[in-house]
Each structure stands twice: as structure tokens, then as C-alpha cells.
């Protein structure tokens, strides 16, 4: 075994002086221990070992444990190839690079590269004696180094060996369908060595050997596993499937047990119903398939539709027609659609659908309605006539289709004048009567008969003869009609015309009258007011001014008194003068009021 040099410098602080000596000597022998100490704690501080505190690891199980160190390089005076050593306590080596050393554990191994810094080791089949504390020494030709936990300085490795106790982990690779091939995986975790683990399943207590396979894990360690294929059944529901490994380093079985959750998809979606009427089926869809379910109701009746599907886990259910979902009453596990008083446009096909996160299924039912001949539903049936042919056209609709047959006059158009054609869309039926009379100028009355199984339609048409001369007479009341709209508009212009030209007279037009100032000498434009009578005597005199505040809100009479004249001497003579004004504005009454003088008027 190498020496361990190069930390076995020990110092007890609990040294005495025997032999007296000066102060100055125990104060050289301090100053030597001193640099010492230093010296070694400088170098424990280049040399450093980063590795776990602790390790566990399973009995017969194999661990990979990562370390690294550093050493002071000035130490290898002459360097030659560096060797690693981990013993177990204090003198059991178990790892090492040195071919010349001898150790009997032979299942440690070191894993990289010493040169680098790395000192990781692994164990590959661990036993119970393989617990313990670990250390780690270097050494080359020239010096040696043990990181060993003297002075606190480094960490200690405690590797713990617990008892086996390894469980197999079962994994299914997708759901567990009824009737469909699962894979199942068993993996454990395995030795290093090459003595792999055996796989065993059980099932149905069927034991089955399958291969395994391996594959290392970034720290090193193996896992190992096996798959098993089946293909289960709704019989294996909560059955169990045992997966066991056999360890042959150890002689010691890992097992685990699954129960199998089985689903089952929906397969088989069944749809009943309670309508009565199926031995009209073959009216009613005469090219029906055998694998479509149908239905047949009468118009009014009340019927439902039940649909169930069985599935694990239970699946969810929808009635639809076309892209529209329906509304369902649910009882268990029947989704019921109720169609109450079924009408002609309630037939059609449903589908009920059966769904589960796994898969769906679902089954469609054709329901056919049937009901008596009706008009369609964008009429097309009208007559008339031209010169002596009669022209018709009936349309009816109804399931079964309807059989149509004329009759004109009493008559039947089998009598003598068959041209009848039809035409089929759908369930309606177009008949077209081509009718040639030979009495073209008299009324007609022409019945269309329509019949099925479940009633019977009649469409009546009273035909009156074209009026002679009826097209010139069109063409007349045209013309009139035209004519009197043209006026209508020409009327309507001038009066637009001449309401603008009044508007616009009537704005220029001045209120009231124009009376001669003499007196100013010239001409002053009454404005407001109503009539003011004034007495004007015959002198030149001026008669008083009045007040247009009061003359525009009121009519009053005023007389001038008599005034003797000296060159006339004839008795006086009264005049009377009339002046209207119109109403002032309310602009024009806040004016400031104005004198008006009027000037007098002699008699010629």
C-alpha cells in the first residue's frame, strides 16, 4: 500500500519547556512552528476534493459517484503518471488506476480521467460491507497527497448500503381498448455487471418470459425493461398483470402488479321508435336499404325516437338532423327525441351519435311522413286561355305522390282530348292540361282532382272568355293614362311658378299709401297703422301732428278748429281724408316716432 506522506505533520498545542531558556529563544522557536503552520494551512488551501456528503445506494444495485479534486502542481518536482486510491476506512483500498495494486472488492471502479481533476468512481453490484466512510489519496514518483479530514479541510464520503427493495414501474404505451393490442412496459433499476434481470409476465395466470433491453443513464447507473404485448377484452376488466425481474447477482425477485382498466368504445348504436305505421314502409321508401332504420308516422301523430349505445366508460349521446342538434330527454342510458305532431317537414334523417374520449359511433333512422295531397308550397297552378286553347297547370304535393285527373266542363279530357303531361319533383307533382274548346267565347270551369291513400284535394278554376278588342283598348287606356300624367306635371310646374312669382311680388309691394308734404317738398310713405280720419280746414295752415304710437293701435277722429280767414268769406267746409297704414313690425315699433305734418288741401 503507498505511504501516506505529506500530511502527517502534527502539532500538540500542549507542549512544555523543561529546561528553562531565555526569552528570546522561545520567542525564535514560536516564530519557526508559526511559519510552519502557516506554510501547511497555504497548501491545504490548493488542495480541494468536491464529492457528496452522503450516498445510498440498493443492495445489489450499482451507483455512479462524481468527484473532482485539486492539487498544488509545484508539488511534482518531477511528474510522472498521477495514480488515484479510494479506501474504504483507513486502510482498505477498493478503487485505484495503479495495475500493481491488489484489492479483492473488484466492483469499484474509477471512471475518469485523474489528469483532468476528476476522481469519480462507480460501484457496480454494492453489498452490505460496502458501507462505510471513504477517502481519497494521489500520488506520483515524487509526492503523495490524502484528502483526509485531519484539519476540517476536506469533506467525508459516506457511502449507505440499504436492503433491496427495487419495484418494477409498469407503463401502458396508449389506453387500454377493448379488442385492441396494448403494449406494456415493465423497467427496474439493474446492476452494472453483466449479470442482467430476467422478465417474467403474468397474465390470465399465464407466466410469460420476454426479452429485455438496456440502456446506461447519464450518471451511469442501467435500467432494464421489458414489454409485453396482448391484446385484452372486456373480460380482463379489473383482472391483474404481474410483471416480476430476477436479479441473479443478488438471488432476489422485484415484482409489481397493475390492474387493467379496460375501456370499451361504443360499437353499436341501437335507435327504436314507437311509431305504428311501419307496414307502409314500402310506399314510402320503395329503394330504402336494409341497413338504414326507418320510420313512418302520420301527419299529426306524436311519436319518439330512443337511441342507446353501450360503451366503458359510458358514453355521451346526441340526436341531430342535418348540421341542427336536437333536444333530447335523457332516461339511463336512452337518450329520447320526442317529435310531437309530426308534420311533413319532420321527415328526413336523424342520426344519434355515441361518443367517448376513446372513439364515437353512430347510426342514422329515416323518417317518412305521410299525409294527403296539398297545394305546393310555391304555388304554380293557374289557367288561362288563348283564342281556343285552354292552358292549366296543378301542382300538388303529398307522400305518397299524388294522382292527378282533370275535368273541364263536366267533362273528362279522357273523352276525346287526352294532351296531359306531369312531371315529379320530389313529393310534389306538376299536371299540365292542354284543352282545345270549341266553344271559346263562353265561361269555363275546370276542376284538378289530387288523391292518395289518406285523402284527396280539389282545385276549382272559373275561366271567363278574353274580351273582344281587348288588346287596342290596353293599348288606348295606355295612351290616356300617359297623357293625363304629363299634364298632371305641367300643372304642377306653373303653379310652382307662380306661387314663387307672388312670394317674391308681395315682398316688394310697400304698406300702405303716399301722401304730398308740401310743407318738406317731397314725398313721405306711410308705414303702419289702421284709418285716421282728419278734419283739414281750407286755410294754409298745419294741421297737429299725430301721434303714431297711438294711430297704430287704434282708429280715431280728430277736427282742426275753426280758424277765420281774412281773404275768404265764405262760410268754412269740411274735407276728410283717409290714410291706412298696415301693422308695423316689432322692429319697426321700437323706431324712434316721427312728426308728420299734412299739408292742407284747397277746394278748386
Known amino acids: 500500500m503507498p505511504g501516506d506522506r505529506g500530511n502527517q505533520l502534527l502539532i500538540d498545542p500542549s507542549w512544555k519547556v523543561l529546561n528553562p531558556v531565555s526569552s528570546s529563544s522561545i520567542a525564535l522557536i514560536v516564530l519557526i512552528f508559526a511559519s510552519l503552520y502557516k506554510g501547511l494551512l497555504s497548501q491545504n488551501t490548493d488542495y480541494k476534493l468536491s464529492v457528496q456528503d452522503s450516498v445510498s445506494v440498493?443492495?445489489?444495485?450499482?451507483?455512479?459517484?462524481?468527484?473532482?479534486?485539486?492539487?498544488?502542481?509545484?508539488?511534482?518536482?518531477?511528474?510522472?503518471?498521477?495514480?488515484?486510491?479510494?479506501?474504504?476506512?483507513?486502510?482498505?483500498?477498493?478503487a485505484t488506476n495503479d495495475d500493481k495494486q491488489r484489492y479483492p472488492e473488484g466492483h469499484f471502479k474509477l471512471t475518469d480521467d485523474l489528469e483532468q481533476g476528476s476522481c469519480s468512481f462507480s460501484i457496480l453490484d454494492a453489498k452490505s460491507n460496502d458501507q462505510g466512510w471513504y477517502y481519497f489519496r494521489i500520488e506520483d514518483n515524487s509526492f503523495g497527497y490524502s484528502y483526509i479530514n485531519y484539519h476540517q479541510t476536506h469533506k467525508k464520503l459516506q457511502i449507505l448500503i440499504t436492503e433491496f427493495a427495487e419495484k418494477p414501474r409498469i407503463l401502458n404505451s396508449s389506453a387500454v381498448l377493448s379488442g385492441e393490442e396494448a403494449v406494456f412496459t415493465c423497467s427496474v433499476l439493474g446492476p452494472c455487471s453483466k449479470m442482467e434481470p430476467r422478465f417474467f409476465w403474468i397474465s390470465r395466470q399465464i407466466r410469460h418470459e420476454t426479452p429485455?433491453?438496456?440502456?446506461?443513464?447519464?450518471?451511469?447507473?442501467?435500467?432494464?425493461?421489458?414489454?409485453?404485448?396482448?391484446?385484452?377484452s372486456l373480460s380482463d376488466q379489473g383482472k391483474e398483470l404481474t410483471c416480476k425481474v430476477w436479479y441473479p447477482n443478488i438471488w432476489e425477485y422485484a415484482e409489481n402488479t397493475f390492474l387493467l382498466d379496460i375501456a370499451d368504445p361504443p360499437k353499436t348504436v341501437e335507435i327504436s321508435t314507437n311509431a305504428t305505421n311501419q307496414e307502409h314502409l314500402a310506399l314510402c321508401l320503395p329503394d330504402a336499404k336494409r341497413d338504414v332504420d326507418s320510420a313512418v308516422a302520420r301527419e299529426g301523430e306524436s311519436i319518439h325516437l330512443v337511441c342507446k349505445a353501450d360503451g366503458r366508460p359510458d358514453p355521451t349521446l346526441s340526436w341531430r338532423k342535418g348540421n341542427k342538434t336536437l333536444s333530447e330527454t335523457k332516461q339511463g342510458k336512452e337518450y329520447i327525441l320526442p317529435l310531437m305532431e309530426v308534420r311533413p317537414e319532420d321527415a328526413g334523417q336523424y342520426q344519434c351519435q355515441a361518443e367517448t374520449s376513446y372513439s364515437s359511433a353512430n347510426k342514422s333512422l329515416q323518417l317518412c311522413v305521410l299525409y294527403r295531397p296539398r297545394l305546393c308550397s310555391q304555388s304554380r297552378s293557374t289557367c288561362w286561355q288563348k283564342d281556343n286553347i285552354l292552358h292549366c297547370n296543378c301542382c300538388l304535393d303529398s307522400w305518397p305522390k299524388?294522382?292527378?285527373?282533370?275535368?273541364?266542363?263536366?267533362?273528362?279530357?279522357?273523352?276525346?282530348?287526352?294532351?296531359?303531361?306531369?312531371?315529379?319533383?320530389?313529393?310534389?307533382?306538376?299536371?299540365?292540361?292542354?284543352?282545345?274548346?270549341?266553344?271559346?267565347?263562353?265561361?269555363?270551369?275546370?276542376?284538378?282532382?289530387?288523391t292518395n291513400l289518406y285523402g284527396a284535394y280539389t282545385l276549382h278554376f272559373l275561366l271567363s272568355p278574353p274580351t273582344k278588342g281587348s288588346h287596342a283598348s290596353l293599348a288606348i287606356s295606355g295612351l290616356c293614362g300617359a297623357l293625363v300624367g304629363v299634364i298632371l306635371c305641367v300643372l304642377c310646374l306653373c303653379l310652382i311658378k307662380f306661387y314663387k312669382q307672388r312670394k317674391a311680388k308681395s315682398s316688394s309691394k310697400t304698406s300702405g299709401v303716399e301722401v304730398l308734404n308740401s310743407a318738406n317738398g317731397g314725398?313721405?310713405?306711410?308705414?303702419?297703422?289702421?284709418?285716421?280720419?282728419?278734419?283739414?280746414?281750407?286755410?294754409?295752415?298745419?294741421?297737429?301732428?299725430?301721434?303714431?304710437?297711438?294711430?297704430?293701435?287704434?282708429?280715431?277722429?280728430?277736427?282742426?278748429?275753426?280758424?277765420?280767414?281774412?281773404?275768404?268769406?265764405?262760410?268754412?267746409?269740411?274735407?276728410y281724408a283717409t290714410l291706412e297704414f298696415s301693422k308695423l313690425k316689432d322692429k319697426e315699433r321700437t323706431a324712434p316716432e316721427e312728426s308728420v305734418d299734412y299739408s292742407a288741401v284747397k277746394q278748386k
Open 58 to 94: 440498493q443492495r445489489g444495485l450499482c451507483v455512479h459517484i462524481p468527484c473532482n479534486f485539486t492539487y498544488n502542481a509545484a508539488d511534482r518536482r518531477n511528474p510522472q503518471k498521477l495514480y488515484g486510491y479510494w479506501f474504504r476506512g483507513s486502510r482498505y483500498l477498493v
Open 523 to 575: 314725398h313721405q310713405r306711410a308705414t303702419d297703422g289702421s284709418l285716421i280720419y282728419s278734419n283739414i280746414s281750407s286755410v294754409g295752415q298745419k294741421s297737429p301732428r299725430v301721434d303714431y304710437s297711438k294711430a297704430g293701435t287704434e282708429r280715431i277722429s280728430t277736427f282742426n278748429p275753426r280758424v277765420p280767414s281774412s281773404s275768404v268769406a265764405d262760410p268754412e267746409e269740411l274735407y
Open 402 to 450: 299524388p294522382q292527378i285527373r282533370w275535368e273541364v266542363d263536366g267533362r273528362k279530357p279522357s273523352e276525346g282530348n287526352p294532351p296531359i303531361t306531369s312531371m315529379d319533383q320530389e313529393n310534389e307533382v306538376i299536371s299540365t292540361l292542354r284543352w282545345t274548346t270549341e266553344n271559346p267565347d263562353k265561361n269555363h270551369s275546370i276542376i284538378c282532382f289530387g
Open 212 to 232: 429485455y433491453w438496456s440502456h446506461q443513464q447519464i450518471n451511469g447507473s442501467w435500467i432494464y425493461g421489458s414489454n409485453f404485448t396482448f391484446t385484452p
